[in-house]
């Protein structure tokens, strides 16, 4: 069993039988992800003593005669989820030296589950990105060529996977910061139903959007992390109370009976020929493996970034209001306590966050509020009955991950330039929809030489996690588009 | 007659409301930024919006209540409460003067 390039589902299997302990894993991959991480930077914090005494814990309970679904698997986690004893910063100067005093529940069920944690990943600010530039503290490269952005919000999540320097990971997705940096980084990104996983511990950025989802290299193991974290948690009260089946035994071989819903608006045309050509090559695949592909319409998810850009900046606006210098996180002195707000604020923050806190605030301030916020929500409830009306004549929807494969860095200097790498993702975001990404093939970009991972979107009706998985996994398992390519980091595989 | 969204937008009001000091350098930057992107979703206008309701989030939920009772997984002891402030003093958070003296 090798720890570094193996499946999460292999890692488990053979410590649970005791041919390899956790603490052998952690001992083998501790060095091995200072090594990758000193070329790829998707790591703002390495917790090695973390990891060897959870390892620890792991090795006493299989002891002990316990079988754990994630025994012995390396984890990462996205910085903004807050680990106990550990610094927690969300990619902000503003939380620099805040100290997690709990850890987040997402975080505790996959330590529950055996895991190990490897350290805290890079992302956006506050995860308002699509790229990973706007970390306050560090450039996360994308494995695939160095050169080029890994993807955003979740850029370290997605990068530490992708370069074999993590086993699974923990990203967050508010309007595709799992799904975008998957695509980049050839890797398998899940966005389960909004609710589906608490998150207690998860630092906010748009309340109504945002939702905890696992990176990983096959669509098996993503499963297994979900059915990990997924579930009612009493300390979040917007988690779905229901029942969360398993998803990741007995998944399907082949998409005989599945109608594919190829989205009309969502002509790929206007991507550029290798593009369209690689998206054509997909639908193609999944109609061979026994696929209905079926014409849908969405009229109104062309609104869908409008839309996002009001909604997801007012709910930060509010979020972010209590980043004020008083309880936690940095503080500026001023005369007074108005002026230290400010100067903290000012300090504290990047660019990025500013503008989506002033466009925020304006959307919801005295005398705009019915035209920006409240005429948002009703373009949200559009959006969704669209996506319901498609589902009447589908069961999944494949679309684009992003517009394009990774970019260079420095290349999206518009900020609406940057917000439209997300133009298919954030429609699904609004509706709530269970949905990922999952490789299907590599493009040469028009400013590169090297072939960049590509990926395929799915989307399934609310609650459908486990078909939506199975689909992705037929898909997977028939093309295995992931190992064709390399990623350039040494030692990687 | 077009009205550009920097017409609209009154960033050094906005910015007082948000709570966060701008530099000149930053108004500079900025207000362009956002007047481009009020222009961009502006085209919200176009979608036919009467007689739809507001969605807030899309999966249903409820008022989710709970007895009046400590949570003892939820505790912070006031220590832990307090490690990551700023300034402290007695046990308190310490910030700066909130009223004037002359009040």
């Known amino acids: 069993m090798d720890p570094l390039h193996d499946s999460a589902v292999a890692i488990a299997t053979a410590v649970n039988r005791g041919e390899m302990s956790a603490a052998d894993v952690a001992e083998t991959v501790i060095p091995h992800v200072a090594r990758i991480d000193a070329q790829v930077d998707a790591y703002l914090q390495l917790t090695p003593e973390l990891m060897r005494a959870q390892a620890r814990r792991v090795d006493a309970r299989i002891a002990a005669g316990e079988r754990l679904p994630l025994a012995g698997v390396p984890v990462a986690i996205k910085d903004n989820m807050c680990l106990d004893g550990t610094r927690t910063t969300a990619g902000s100067k503003i939380l620099g030296n805040f100290v997690a005093p709990y850890t987040a529940t997402a975080v505790q069920r996959l330590l529950d589950a055996g895991a190990l944690p490897i350290g805290k990943t890079n992302l956006d600010e506050f995860a308002m990105g699509s790229s990973g530039e706007n970390s306050a503290f560090k450039k996360t490269r994308n494995p695939y060529d160095l050169e080029r952005v890994p993807g955003g919000s979740s850029a370290g999540s997605a990068a530490s996977v992708g370069a074999f320097a993590a086993t699974l990971s923990l990203g967050s997705d508010t309007g595709g910061s799992i799904r975008e940096p998957a695509a980049f980084c050839n890797v398998v990104g899940f966005k389960p139903t909004y609710g589906r996983v608490s998150r207690y511990g998860l630092i906010a950025f748009a ?171 009703k373009a949200r409830t559009r959006i ?3 996506f319901a009306r498609a589902f009447e004549l589908c069961d999944v929807i494949a679309s684009p991950a992003a517009s394009s494969p990774a970019f260079g860095f420095n290349a999206k200097s518009d900020p609406v330039a940057m917000y439209l790498m997300d133009y298919y993702t954030i429609p699904v975001s609004l509706a709530g929809l269970p ?59 | 007659m077009l009205v550009m969204a920097s017409d609209r937008i009154d960033i050094r009001h906005v910015a007082r409301l948000a709570r966060l000091a701008l530099s000149d350098a930053e108004i500079a930057t900025f207000a362009p930024q956002l007047a481009n992107l009020l222009s961009f979703v502006d085209e919200l206008t176009e979608l036919d919006t009467a007689n739809v309701a507001a969605t807030a989030q899309v999966v249903p939920s409820r008022n989710v209540e709970r007895a009046d009772a400590l949570r003892p997984e939820t505790l912070l002891s006031h220590d832990a409460a307090l490690a990551n402030a700023p300034q402290t003093q007695g046990g308190y958070f310490r910030v700066p003067r909130i009223l004037a003296e002359d009040i």
């Open chain 1, 207 to 377: 309340s109504s959007l945002d939702q905890i989802g696992p990176f990983a290299r096959s669509v098996e193991d993503a499963a297994l992390a979900y059915d990990a974290i997924a579930g009612k948690d009493p300390l979040d009260a917007t988690s779905i109370d229901r029942a969360a089946e398993p998803t990741a035994a007995n998944l399907p071989r082949d998409l005989r009976g599945v109608r594919v819903g190829i989205v009309k608006e969502f002509d790929t045309a206007g991507l550029g020929t290798s593009i369209d050509t690689c998206y054509r090559n997909a639908y193609d695949e999944l109609a061979a493996l026994g696929a209905e592909l079926v014409e849908v319409s969405l009229p109104t998810a062309k609104y869908g970034l409008a839309t996002y850009y009001l909604i997801a900046p007012a709910e930060c606006s509010s979020n972010l209001a209590r980043f004020d210098g008083v309880r936690y996180g940095l503080r500026v002195d001023g005369a007074d306590v108005g002026e230290m707000y400010e100067r903290t604020r000012a300090a504290g923050f990047g660019p990025e966050v500013k503008r989506r806190i002033l466009i925020g605030t304006y959307a919801l301030s005295s005398g705009y509020y019915d035209a920006y916020y409240l005429k948002a929500q």
């Open chain 1, 384 to 386: 969704a009955e669209d």
């Open chain 1, 435 to 493: 949905s990922l990404s999952v490789p299907c093939g590599a493009v040469v970009p028009e400013d590169g030489t090297r072939a960049m991972p590509m990926g395929l979107q799915l989307a399934s009706p609310l609650f459908t996690e486990r078909a939506l998985l199975g689909y992705a996994h037929a898909y997977e398992q028939a093309t295995r588009h992931a190992d064709k390519l390399r990623p350039v980091t040494e030692g990687a595989r």
